[in-house]
């Protein structure tokens, strides 16, 4: 982990009798992007957090930018680009001032660059923060985080709030700041939001890694829920043909008033599901991507279970 942007071993972090972390280990290089992932409840923030100085770890050693954070104090996260996962914004004063107030605090920001981040999430600057969308204050956040390009960038669940377009843009920043050297570590709770965008991820669950890799490798992307309905007059031949292709197995087959109905979670590629349901007469059919912790659980069993990298 010699020269990673952000390392830690052994994290772990109790309130009272809960633990939060449960011995993470976390390498991130520099000039990447690095997802964490896991349901809500899995750890992301409190790592972020301790990461950044605003919780102490109860155990294990963390740094940041080659500096302990502890250490490093309001220099070192001049350094960093920190948007939090539950952004509160309030009162009367324009996004503008708030952000020339963070300027301010950061030291050696470029205001024109600011104006250029809003432009293009489409932000609009002289509003009141009081009277900003969610989406909109996740805009004033992301500008702030951005706005002094940092070596490192941490944003916990980013897009929150943003709709498809303005995702898109925010993708693109971070490809650019990839691109100028800027390492970036962001957590969120849903698939693909890191698929992509991210060189490698971790996959948390209950306070540990679970996975660990780059997503290619563990092959998230790879698993789809299915719900087609197929028309037949012979439900049961049709069901025992269905059965007997191997791009279905696994799935569930029932019959219904119209036919058959195969629902359940395929892994592997598209294009042998796809051609496969094409020999069958098929009346309506959904493929969708799974919520985060049915892939994981799929993916790598039980929660509990010790990590495995790919």
């Given at each position: ?233 012979d439900a049961a031949s049709t069901e025992a043909a269905i059965r007997r292709e191997p791009a279905l197995a696994g799935l569930r087959v029932e019959p219904d008033p119209l036919g058959v109905r195969l629902t359940g979670t395929s892994h592997g590629d598209i294009g042998p599901l796809v051609a496969t349901l094409a020999r069958f007469e098929i009346r309506d059919l959904t493929l969708e991507e799974p919520d985060l912790e049915e892939s994981v659980l799929h993916l790598y069993g039980e929660r509990g279970m010790g990590p495995r990298h790919a």
């Amino acid at each position: 982990m010699r020269g990673a942007a952000v390392e830690a071993v052994g994290l772990r972090k109790s309130f009272g009798s809960f633990e939060a972390l449960r011995g993470v280990d976390l390498a991130v290089q520099p000039g990447t992007v690095f997802g964490l992932i896991g349901p809500n409840g899995s750890g992301k923030s409190t790592t972020l957090k301790i990461l950044l100085d605003l919780l102490r770890p109860s155990a294990g050693e963390v740094r940041v930018l080659g500096e302990s954070p502890l250490r490093g104090g309001a220099r070192l996260r001049t350094r960093i680009g920190y948007l939090p996962g539950e952004l509160r914004l309030r009162g009367h004063t324009t996004g503008r001032r708030l952000l020339r107030f963070y300027a301010g605090v950061s030291g050696g920001v470029d205001a024109s660059h600011a104006e250029v981040l809003a432009e293009r999430l489409g932000l609009d600057l002289d509003r009141k923060i009081g009277a900003l969308s969610k989406g909109n204050k996740q805009k004033l956040g992301l500008v702030q985080a951005f706005m002094h390009r940092p070596e490192l960038l941490i944003l916990d669940e980013p897009t929150s709030g943003l709709d498809p377009l303005v995702q898109r843009e925010f993708h693109r920043m971070l490809t650019e700041a990839c691109a100028a050297g800027q390492t970036v570590l962001l957590s969120s709770h849903v698939l693909s939001e890191v698929q992509h965008t991210a060189h490698e991820v971790a996959v948390l669950s209950e306070g540990r890694v679970i996975a660990a890799g780059d997503v290619d490798t563990l092959r998230l992307r790879s698993l789809r829920r299915v719900n087609a309905g197929i028309a037949t007059n012979d439900a049961a031949s049709t069901e025992a043909a269905i059965r007997r292709e191997p791009a279905l197995a696994g799935l569930r087959v029932e019959p219904d008033p119209l036919g058959v109905r195969l629902t359940g979670t395929s892994h592997g590629d598209i294009g042998p599901l796809v051609a496969t349901l094409a020999r069958f007469e098929i009346r309506d059919l959904t493929l969708e991507e799974p919520d985060l912790e049915e892939s994981v659980l799929h993916l790598y069993g039980e929660r509990g279970m010790g990590p495995r990298h790919a």
